[in-house]
């Protein structure tokens, strides 16, 4: 079955400890991404990533980190999480040109406090 | 930069309407649009993928359509149940963003009454 598996679904944590959200795609696909959601801000790109070894910022990117080691792998890296960091992250994965379907997570739910 | 816009943010209607969501967006030169339907708290399934060289795409009781020179597409849902409830959003590809990175609107909360 196709799918993209984050971990953890949910989280709480504490102001400056560093954090690793995983996703990994069983697709072989080339573009994975992160989004978060936010009320009244909707869905905004963190990063993206092209292949291995390939990444990129998207629309908000401070705070965060990323690396791309595996093609199946894509985590998000909060190395000194902040209280404005708390919000519903999604990994997606889709094909390279954009002209296929995009696959999301289950999402994760963090909390920083 | 593409920008995408739902409208309405929100509907309520009883059950057995058919019922029209609507999706524009600024920029015309997309790869495709995406259809998806988020429950609360959870992730986003895809509903309808329209190519851009398409018209529509059908699933079951939903039709998504597509003109791309006005940048608009709509989310047609066919005698609506209770079970249809979600927030439904659209999101396109390509445009000046380029590539398979995705623009979402911010959705529009379906209510279906029973």
């Known amino acids: 079955e196709a799918q993209v598996t984050q971990n953890p679904r949910y989280l709480i944590t504490v102001t400056g400890k560093k954090l690793t959200v995983t996703c990994s795609q069983n697709?072989?696909?080339?573009?994975m991404s992160w989004y978060r959601q936010d009320p009244g801000l909707g869905l905004r790109q963190i990063y993206y990533s092209m292949n291995v070894e390939v990444t990129d910022k998207g629309d908000v990117p401070e705070g965060y980190k990323v690396s791309r080691k595996e093609k199946r792998n894509f985590p998000l890296i909060l190395e000194s999480p902040s209280p404005n960091q708390t919000s519903l992250y999604f990994c997606a994965s889709s094909s390279l040109k954009g002209n296929t379907e995009a696959f999301f997570g289950q999402g994760t739910r963090l909390t920083v406090v | 930069k593409q920008e995408v816009t739902q409208i309405p943010a929100a509907l309520s209607v009883p059950e057995g309407e058919n019922l029209v969501l609507n999706c524009s967006f600024t920029?015309?030169?997309?790869?495709?649009l995406q259809w998806f339907r988020q429950d609360p708290g959870k992730g986003l399934t895809s509903l309808l993928l329209i190519q851009s060289s398409q018209r529509e795409q059908t699933s079951g009781r939903l039709n998504a359509s597509l003109d791309k020179s006005s940048g608009r597409s709509t989310l047609y849902i066919a005698a609506s149940q209770p079970g249809d409830s979600a927030t439904y959003l659209c999101?396109?590809?390509?445009?000046?963003?380029?590539?398979?990175?995705?623009?979402f609107g911010e959705g529009t909360q379906l209510t279906v009454n029973p």
């Open positions: 697709m072989n696909h080339e573009y």
């Open positions: 999101a396109t590809t390509g445009g000046e963003t380029s590539g398979s990175r995705l623009t």
């Open positions: 920029d015309s030169a997309i790869y495709n």
